[in-house]
């Protein structure tokens, strides 16, 4: 059998923000294949992908882990203020880091308490420019054109995408499990395209959680387990 070697390529949890590289699932991942990451990109936003994925020329990796979309499906105006600039090809205010400050876990539930109806406003209002900004910004079209084509250069390597993560905030969760379904219909229908969707085998819970938005070490190695469960599954159908 091929030697495993491993792309991982998303967020702020590639690096294991909040927690420690030794404790992220790349890591854990890697281990419980007895293989190894031979690169690793981390704060990576969608319309920064298409740089990165020459290393898979580059490499021939047998599989590429791609954990996407966190920072971009949130039901935040500042997070889509900064998908709109970069879509337009402008430097977003640097003013708050990618990965986010920690927050506290009193802060979880809606944001304002400004009534249901607002409330479900926001979060329509915001997930469907987010969508149209996927879908339409030449920018992102970009990316998923580079990926795609990325692909099916590579039949023999296992491109394993993660959906956007759960986490603790309501409206950010409702989006994210939005934009995992949006993502996936974005991507190619290949043989050798596998996804997990990280909402099946990761709950909403404090248990799982650093604060409101980032995996704790639980977390990650359930979602190492997970992989590691999908690629095994898969491990024959390619050449």
């Not at 020329?57 to 970069?86: D, I, K, M, T, Y």
């Not at 979880?108 to 209002?125: C, K, N, S």
């Not at 900004?133 to 250069?153: E, G, I, K, T």
Request: with cysteine; aromatic share 8%.
């Amino acid at each position: 059998m091929k030697r495993i070697e491993i792309i991982v390529l998303g967020g702020c949890h590639v690096a294991g923000y909040a927690i420690s590289s030794d404790h992220a699932f790349p890591k854990l991942l890697a281990e419980l294949l007895q293989g190894e990451v031979v690169a690793q990109v981390p704060n990576l936003s969608f319309v920064q992908l298409p740089e990165h994925l020459a290393a898979i020329s580059a490499l021939h990796p047998s599989h590429v882990v791609l954990q996407l979309g966190n920072h971009e499906f949130s039901a935040s105006w500042r997070s889509l203020g900064h998908q709109l600039c970069r879509a337009l090809g402008i430097r977003p205010s640097s003013k708050k880091p990618l990965a986010g400050a920690a927050q506290p876990m009193s802060s979880v539930g809606p944001a304002l308490p400004i009534g249901r109806l607002a409330y479900y406003a926001r979060i329509t209002a915001t997930g469907l420019l987010t969508a149209a900004l996927w879908v339409f910004s030449a920018r992102y079209r970009r990316s998923f054109r580079a990926l795609n084509d990325c692909m099916r250069q590579h039949p023999n390597t296992a491109f394993v995408f993660l959906s956007p993560f759960p986490c603790l905030v309501p409206a950010d969760n409702a989006l994210r499990n939005f934009g995992g379904w949006l993502f996936r219909g974005l991507l190619a229908n290949l043989p050798n395209r596998y996804w997990l969707d990280s909402h099946r085998v990761l709950r909403p819970d404090r248990q799982m959680f650093v604060d409101t938005s980032h995996l704790n070490e639980t977390a990650h190695r359930v979602l190492a387990h997970s992989l590691v469960a999908l690629i095994l599954s898969n491990i024959n159908s390619l050449v």
